[in-house]
């Protein structure tokens, strides 16, 4: 039976066009605006930052936090969404400026360790098991700020934490190699499952692959793909396109390089991703040009794009391919997939 995907997005992928260098270019939306989105573009599930769901977290009681939890998983639940993920934000508050689980402030660890235990919450409350864990700060500026070997500790201790306060919980962790840090902890989705090894329930920590991230870290996404599920640890997927080494372009899938995500999409096909119920969630920012009247088109074309890629992948001629790959002829199989790409 051939595999069939379900979409998702995150309110912050409708996003207004800030950069370093200057200021929105698109009026802000409401939540419930970006709701009727989803249903219009015909998405299945929203993920969230634990303060999409509950904004102005740090300075809400737990009874308020529940209950505007509460608030969103109806409004969902109206729409007829579910949510994919939670994450902690752990890298917007003044407590995360040395970073969160790794910061070299004893104080500041235990606040990020106590906001992800109610990211924990508010996930339960939408009902969702999996928890993303994007470690945006943990790394340095310059090396010799932090002891790296026990900044894994502290990742570990972490993880344990937040592996203790719920058995059910997954924790899939979003490995980014720099940006905002110069060198992050966690730069590939081998080093996030290397970690996993070390906690205290290694079967409920796994990954979430971001081809950005990805090329960033100089890999390619397809092999990121095949790697992690090989160890069934592929959790949840952030496709998006980066053209080189540079910013985080989270551009919509597909707009750089039209064959590496073709690959993407065959070591999706191959491992059947999404066959345990995961979500292909396209982390895209429209261009900052962007007029408001064609702001989901980054949300629309990357989902086109993934849809069109999948029957490329079904219909590439592998007979042809596998004779090609027997004899040796790398140059005539290199033509065969940019022929099929480009419609011949
Ligand atoms: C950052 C990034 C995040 C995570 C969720 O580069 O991709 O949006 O996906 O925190
Ligand atoms: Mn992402």
Redesign the pocket.
Known sequence: MAQTYKFCF?P?NISEGTDPYGPPTRPPQTFDWKIAAMKKLGFDAM?F?DDDVVPDIDTKSPAQIRRESKEVKKKLADAGLVAEMV???LWFSPNTIDGAYTSNDAAQRQYAIDRSLRCIDIAKILGTDLI???L?REGTYLRESKNGRRSIELLVAAFDKLLGADKKTRLAI?P?PN?PMDHAYLPTIGHALAVAQLTCDAKRVGC?I?S??AILAGLDPADEIDFATSFGKLWSL?L?DQNGLKF?Q?KPFGSANLRVAFNQVRALERNQYGRDGQFV?F?VHPFRGTKPEHWLGHLENSRRTFLRLVEKSRTFNETRAQALIADRDYQALDQLALDHLLGR
């Open positions: 995150g912050w993920m930052h994450a902690p934000r993303v864990l994007w945006a979003e980014k940006e979430v971001e950005a991230h952030h998006n985080d989270d969630c982390d």
